[in-house]
């Protein structure tokens, strides 16, 4: 990882000592404000209650799968499922390992105590969902497949920036939502009963994980300038483009389990929505000074921009059998790239 240039974003910039502070703005229209200390240590107290919501929701990994498997059985996967399960369960364990990784490095690096302790949290728990599903795959007897290079250019795109804003839009905004709407489609899905039951504990910390995101990143969104505004956009534009094109080569493998990538879709861009929403929510509560860079500043709010217009084109409503020919051609050609995009960078 990238670590020696690394540089606090939260922290304000140093004046020069022979400038002249800036004149504040008058009248201090914010002295008509109630409570705006109050609301700021509120909203500090949310991110520190990550932590300890972590602490008393922590469960034992080896007693609930030994307990799971006591209860069902070894599991066992019938042939048909069994390979496209398997590359699924890959994505989901290397994730985690990335994702164990990443929130560690959060926790080095952010000089914030509260967000720092919520960081922490995290990494404990990522580390506990990594070797849970390893295990779980060694029960299942099945040789985990290697992570995609798609997948794998994403996450390590996330491991090794430098930056604060792109690892929090990276990690906490996109990664964790799109593992979160493939928890919930498995466990619907019923795909094996040991793993149904099993994935509500990691679907419930993951929700908690987004939390340090929404919290934590509206306060570095606002001190970016409009060059490091666009910089964050773009990283979120490449990270959506991986997440993407890797999903177009897994679309026959949640088919096969009984998934409709479509719905799962839909969900995705539905939580994204809502953490978006939620974060720019919580900001103006806060006290904070909105102005029009904030829809691009790293954070695109997709339901509100392009988002229906993509997924209607990745997953036709009517599905692709009803799709126009050009759609359809383009669809297979897309997906065929990034069957080879996939295997030429792994």
């Known amino acids: 990882m990238k670590l020696s240039a690394h540089r606090d974003e939260s922290a304000p910039a140093e004046r020069a000592f022979w400038k002249r502070a800036a004149r504040p703005s008058w009248p201090p229209y914010d002295l008509l404000e109630e409570d705006v200390a109050a609301r700021a240590r509120a909203r500090l107290d949310k991110i520190e209650r990550l932590y300890h919501v972590g602490q008393d ?24 499922r069994r390979a496209a399960a398997m590359r699924i369960l890959s994505v989901l364990l290397w994730g985690e390992l990335a994702a164990w990784a990443i929130s560690a490095d959060l926790a080095e690096h952010i000089d914030h105590v509260e967000a720092k302790m919520a960081a922490t949290s995290q990494a404990h728990d990522e580390a506990r969902h990594f070797y849970v599903l390893r295990d779980y795959c060694r029960a299942l007897g099945e040789p985990v497949p290697r992570l995609g290079g798609i997948g794998r250019r994403l996450l390590i ?16 905004l996109l990664v964790e939502s799109n593992a979160l709407a493939i928890f919930r489609a498995l466990a619907a899905a019923n795909v094996e009963p040991v793993l149904c039951e099993l994935l509500p504990y990691y679907e419930k910390d993951e929700a908690r994980h987004v939390g340090l995101g929404v919290l934590y990143l509206p306060r570095l969104l606002r001190r970016l300038t409009k060059v490091e505004a666009m910089a964050a956009a773009g990283f979120q534009l490449r990270c959506l483009a991986l997440l993407m094109s890797a999903g177009m080569t897994m679309r026959d493998d949640f088919r096969v389990l009984g998934v409709d990538p479509r719905r799962m ?82």
């Open 57 to 80: 929701q922590a469960w034992d990994g080896r007693a609930v799968l030994d307990a799971l498997i006591e209860k069902h059985g070894p599991p066992r996967l019938d042939p048909e």
């Open 157 to 172: 795109g996330i491991l090794e920036t430098d930056s604060l804003v792109h690892k929090l839009i990276g990690m906490q």
């Open 265 to 346: 879709a839909e969900h995705t861009v539905k939580l994204q929505d809502e953490i978006v929403r939620e974060m720019f929510g919580g900001a103006a509560a806060a006290g904070s000074r909105a102005d029009g860079r904030d829809a691009v500043r790293g954070v695109l709010n997709p339901r509100v921009s392009v988002g229906p217009a993509i997924l209607d084109f990745v997953h036709p409503p009517g599905g692709e059998e009803a799709a126009p020919p050009w759609h359809r051609a383009a669809l297979a050609l897309w997906t065929r790239g990034a069957a080879l995009a996939d295997r030429a960078l792994s």
